[in-house]
């Protein structure tokens, strides 16, 4: 999603946000021709918005649901699932954040690509080390408490009952 001087992704990486936060108008979201009025995490517009669309109506699930928009994204967008497969393959973080930007996004604000960089650099650093500078582990979990933050007392993670993934990894 292109990115605001506000330094937020224009869908805030909320499935539900349309470009402008419009609300929702069925002939606008049905019309293939219209630009400017983009859906979802990756503020799909025009063809793009309309096979998303259509997409969630056969699997019977609402365009606004995360799951449903990944999938497309990865596995129904045609051409572009293709070259976004391809793009996330790339291994040097500033170039496949460019690509990704400028060959599957066709990003209109391309003036954003450092911030995004920094962005992309940022994560990239946080989910492969754990954000702990290097020491690996990729859970995400930051095992130091910020600097001027204190616990008044430690964490309990025995009501935590997920099977399926770690404490504080949830999505």
């Known amino acids: 999603a292109a990115l605001l001087g506000n ?100 990003a209109g604000a391309v003036d954003s690509l450092s911030k995004r960089q920094g962005f992309a650099e940022y994560w990239y650093t946080f989910m492969t080390t754990g954000g702990d500078s290097g020491t690996g582990g990729g859970s995400g979990i930051t095992p130091d408490i910020p600097s001027g933050w204190t616990l008044d007392k430690p964490i309990n993670t025995s009501g935590y009952l997920a099977t399926s993934y770690e404490y504080k990894q949830c999505t």
Do not use: C, H
Request: charged fraction near 25%; aromatic fraction near 8%; proline fraction near 1%.
């Open 7 to 106: 330094n937020q992704a224009e869908s805030e990486l909320q499935p539900s946000i349309i470009q402008s936060n419009a609300t929702y108008n069925e002939a606008k979201a049905m019309d293939t021709t219209l630009g400017g009025y983009a859906f979802g995490l990756a503020q799909w517009d025009s063809g793009r918005r309309v096979n998303l669309l259509n997409y969630a109506k056969s699997q019977k699930k609402s365009w606004t649901d995360t799951n449903l928009q990944v999938e497309f994204m990865f596995e129904q967008d045609g051409t572009d699932s293709t070259l976004l497969k391809q793009l996330v393959k790339g291994t040097n973080v500033k170039q496949t954040t460019e690509d990704i930007m400028r060959k599957w996004e066709r």
